[in-house]
């Protein structure tokens, strides 16, 4: 059974940092690309960042790019998203997706970003 489950957010205030962690299970982890998309209440789902299953390459949204960072650890099975300087648009529920043809999703969790 494929599991993904993310962690990590949480209230913060214009400014702060979070990491959100994104633990595989039920996968061959270092096949898969992985990615974190966000979902901000009314609005559609976004690509926020993507990492390659190898060589580790990776692209981000315009609107993170220097920001947020995208790393995996295929030995512990887990992706995370390191977000710098966060700002009220960044409020959204985050989803961890992997992908390699067929793609699987996390449940999400909430990053509000709020004063």
């Known amino acids: 059974q494929v599991q993904l489950v993310e962690s990590g957010g949480g209230l913060v205030q214009p400014g702060d940092s979070l990491r959100l962690s994104c633990a595989a299970s039920?996968?061959?982890?270092?096949?898969?690309?992985m990615r974190w998309y966000r979902q901000a209440p009314g609005k559609e789902r976004e690509l926020v960042a993507a990492?390659?299953?190898?060589?580790?390459?990776?692209t981000y949204a315009d609107s993170v790019k220097g920001r947020f960072t995208i790393s995996r650890d295929n030995a512990k099975n887990t992706m995370y998203l390191q977000m710098n300087t966060l700002k009220p648009e960044d409020t959204a529920v985050y989803y961890c997706n992997a992908l390699r043809g067929i793609e699987y999703w996390g449940r999400g969790t909430l990053v509000t970003v709020s004063s």
């Open positions: 039920g996968i061959y982890f270092s096949t898969y690309a």
């Open positions: 990492i390659a299953s190898v060589a580790g390459i990776t």
